[in-house]
């Protein structure tokens, strides 16, 4: 069998370059098993998330407050970036439609944009940003100043009481969230198509919603409940494995924005790729 | 020959004599990194005890009774507590076994969007899931009244002070009536009045929870108050074990440098 020698005995008699070398090399794989270790982490974590939600004892309370904090008091902003996402595509889109003499295409046009693609994805992110920042910094804090330490210890199970309750109220209040935005957006579309021309609530809507099927509507249902369920894992699994000092908030809030964004991105071209194979 | 009555007369003088360890420690070895903070570490708790832990900041007494409650996990050696090595627990055993043990935080660890009141339940409504909302409420209220601060149970954390936190945080790890205390630096950040007032309720809960205690600290005063036996750590080493009065008469410079 081939005997290795460890890198301290070879530098005696190695050269500067070769001990660098080796030492990378060791970075290196050290890093690959970083990796390797945190996605065994993340799976784990999830494993316990699901096994946790279908256990005896499920904190409903907690679940309904936590709907009430993520859906709820996401409302206002929500509806401000709907009504305006349906304002500017409206704004932004007609100026081409007119070009092409069809103007009376715009309705359908905002109203399948914004269904299939544009609501649920900008929602997801204004969500990821408000909702797994907030579960982030909340849960790293808790962290932090021992209070998960102390439901521990106290045998209530803080994976049940912090981290399924809220990873249940994103998976089931961004779909709903979505589906507000979208309205709004059609609202807002209307508002938008009315700058420049004139054209009455019911006829815009019924022109919208005569240009969408199911196939439209579904996969972006199905989609968002995924894009909820990602912003609250990043969310609650970031904040849960915060480290301990209060530097470590601001890293679990700020990483768990960016590590949610990039993930409702990953999901959202993964939903398109699967929906295009599907209905095509 | 003895009768059975006469062994169980025995064996009870023999409990009331010689007290068993509730919580026993041996070769315990806890390593961040390279940096080894728990070298082989053994000691026992008996019952009705209270013993106190002294030592350095960062001499691995904080990093000692959190892998006794399983926070930490300790890299070798064993923890039997109540006769169950807390090292081979399984999720649903540990927390079996932690409902056995009350835990102060240093910080408190009050959970601060919950009040007083909600603090209290939190543990009760999980572990005694048979009791009624009423029973709940007279053993807060009771609990409450041990520590001295009924008035604010309908209070939010941050509106009570540092000493009230540290009473509250002790209300919540007895209200499960534990049978062993873990208490992580009780007096630390407080003033001297109040680190008198949290040691003499550290002597009372013994009394009428009749609990065994860990008491980690290296505030002087409060240990020689409270301490049955002391034990001291160096360099994540016992270093001392014994009763006050032992440390009191130790010419010993690295004890000498705590007690005077």
């Given at each position: 069998?081939?005997?290795?020698?460890?890198?301290?005995?070879?530098?005696?008699?190695?050269?500067?370059?070769?001990?660098?070398?080796?030492?990378?090399?060791?970075?290196?794989?050290?890093?690959?098993?970083?990796?390797?270790?945190?996605?065994?982490?993340?799976?784990?974590?999830?494993?316990?998330?699901?096994?946790?939600?279908?256990?005896?004892?499920?904190?409903?309370?907690?679940?309904?407050?936590?709907?009430?904090?993520?859906?709820?008091?996401?409302?206002?902003?929500?509806?401000?970036?709907?009504?305006?996402?349906?304002?500017?595509?409206?704004?932004?889109?007609?100026?081409?439609?007119?070009?092409?003499?069809?103007?009376?295409?715009?309705?359908?046009?905002?109203?399948?944009?914004?269904?299939?693609?544009?609501?649920?994805?900008?929602?997801?992110?204004?969500?990821?940003?408000?909702?797994?920042?907030?579960?982030?910094?909340?849960?790293?804090?808790?962290?932090?100043?021992?209070?998960?330490?102390?439901?521990?210890?106290?045998?209530?199970?803080?994976?049940?009481?912090?981290?399924?309750?809220?990873?249940?109220?994103?998976?089931?209040?961004?779909?709903?969230?979505?589906?507000?935005?979208?309205?709004?957006?059609?609202?807002?579309?209307?508002?938008?198509?009315?700058?420049?021309?004139?054209?009455?609530?019911?006829?815009?809507?019924?022109?919208?919603?005569?240009?969408?099927?199911?196939?439209?509507?579904?996969?972006?249902?199905?989609?968002?409940?995924?894009?909820?369920?990602v912003i609250g894992l990043v969310g609650c699994y970031?904040?849960?494995?915060?480290?301990?000092?209060?530097?470590?908030?601001?890293?679990?809030?700020?990483?768990?924005?960016?590590?949610?964004?990039?993930?409702?991105?990953?999901?959202?071209?993964?939903?398109?790729?699967?929906?295009?194979?599907?209905?095509? | 020959?003895?009768?059975?009555?006469?062994?169980?007369?025995?064996?009870?003088?023999?409990?009331?004599?010689?007290?068993?360890?509730?919580?026993?420690?041996?070769?315990?070895?806890?390593?961040?990194?390279?940096?080894?903070?728990?070298?082989?570490?053994?000691?026992?708790?008996?019952?009705?005890?209270?013993?106190?832990?002294?030592?350095?900041?960062?001499?691995?007494?904080?990093?000692?009774?959190?892998?006794?409650?399983?926070?930490?996990?300790?890299?070798?050696?064993?923890?039997?507590?109540?006769?169950?090595?807390?090292?081979?627990?399984?999720?649903?055993?540990?927390?079996?076994?932690?409902?056995?043990?009350?835990?102060?935080?240093?910080?408190?660890?009050?959970?601060?969007?919950?009040?007083?009141?909600?603090?209290?339940?939190?543990?009760?409504?999980?572990?005694?899931?048979?009791?009624?909302?009423?029973?709940?409420?007279?053993?807060?209220?009771?609990?409450?009244?041990?520590?001295?601060?009924?008035?604010?149970?309908?209070?939010?954390?941050?509106q009570l002070s540092g000493g009230m936190r540290k009473?509250?945080?002790?209300?919540?790890?007895?209200?499960?009536?534990?049978?062993?205390?873990?208490?992580?630096?009780?007096?630390?950040?407080?003033?001297?009045?109040?680190?008198?007032?949290?040691?003499?309720?550290?002597?009372?809960?013994?009394?009428?929870?009749?609990?065994?205690?860990?008491?980690?600290?290296?505030?002087?005063?409060?240990?020689?108050?409270?301490?049955?036996?002391?034990?001291?750590?160096?360099?994540?080493?016992?270093?001392?074990?014994?009763?006050?009065?032992?440390f009191n008469k130790s010419t010993d410079p690295e004890?000498?440098?705590?007690?005077?």
């Amino acid at each position: 069998m081939k005997k290795y020698i460890p890198i301290k005995k070879v530098k005696g008699f190695a050269t500067a370059q070769s001990v660098r070398l080796s030492e990378k090399t060791l970075a290196k794989t050290q890093k690959a098993g970083n990796f390797l270790t945190d996605i065994a982490d993340v799976s784990l974590f999830i494993l316990r998330v699901i096994k946790e939600t279908f256990s005896r004892n499920f904190e409903f309370k907690e679940f309904l407050h936590q709907c009430y904090q993520i859906g709820y008091k996401s409302l206002p902003l929500i509806s401000v970036t709907g009504a305006i996402m349906g304002l500017v595509l409206a704004i932004q889109s007609r100026p081409a439609l007119v070009d092409f003499g069809a103007v009376s295409m715009l309705p359908a046009m905002v109203a399948v944009s914004l269904i299939r693609e544009m609501g649920p994805v900008i929602t997801a992110l204004i969500c990821a940003g408000k909702i797994g920042s907030g579960m982030g910094a909340e849960l790293g804090s808790m962290r932090v100043t021992e209070q998960i330490d102390a439901m521990e210890v106290s045998s209530a199970n803080p994976m049940r009481f912090l981290v399924v309750t809220r990873v249940l109220a994103a998976t089931l209040m961004i779909p709903l969230l979505i589906l507000y935005a979208d309205g709004l957006g059609i609202i807002g579309s209307w508002a938008g198509a009315n700058i420049k021309g004139d054209v009455s609530l019911s006829l815009f809507f019924s022109q919208a919603f005569s240009s969408i099927d199911f196939a439209d509507f579904i996969p972006a249902v199905i989609k968002s409940f995924f894009f909820g369920a990602v912003i609250g894992l990043v969310g609650c699994y970031k904040g849960y494995n915060a480290g301990r000092g209060t530097e470590s908030v601001g890293i679990a809030a700020n990483s768990a924005v960016v590590l949610a964004s990039l993930l409702v991105l990953v999901v959202d071209v993964i939903a398109v790729q699967i929906t295009d194979m599907l209905v095509l | 020959m003895k009768t059975e009555e006469t062994v169980e007369l025995t064996e009870t003088f023999h409990k009331k004599i010689v007290p068993e360890p509730v919580i026993e420690i041996s070769n315990l070895q806890k390593s961040f990194g390279k940096q080894q903070v728990l070298k082989n570490i053994s000691l026992k708790l008996f019952s009705g005890e209270n013993l106190v832990v002294l030592g350095k900041s960062g001499s691995g007494k904080s990093v000692l009774i959190k892998c006794i409650v399983g926070l930490m996990t300790a890299d070798s050696g064993t923890i039997q507590v109540f006769d169950k090595n807390v090292l081979t627990l399984n999720l649903k055993e540990l927390s079996e076994l932690r409902q056995k043990i009350g835990f102060l935080f240093q910080s408190g660890a009050l959970y601060d969007s919950m009040t007083v009141r909600q603090n209290l339940e939190f543990p009760l409504r999980r572990i005694k899931r048979d009791l009624t909302s009423a029973q709940i409420n007279e053993k807060v209220n009771l609990v409450l009244e041990h520590v001295g601060l009924v008035d604010s149970i309908n209070k939010m954390p941050s509106q009570l002070s540092g000493g009230m936190r540290k009473r509250i945080s002790l209300a919540r790890s007895l209200v499960a009536d534990p049978m062993i205390m873990l208490y992580d630096e009780p007096t630390t950040g407080l003033d001297p009045v109040t680190s008198d007032e949290i040691s003499s309720l550290i002597n009372e809960i013994k009394k009428s929870y009749k609990t065994s205690s860990i008491i980690i600290t290296h505030d002087i005063k409060c240990a020689l108050k409270t301490a049955d036996r002391i034990i001291m750590l160096l360099d994540g080493e016992v270093y001392k074990d014994g009763k006050p009065s032992d440390f009191n008469k130790s010419t010993d410079p690295e004890i000498r440098s705590f007690f005077n």
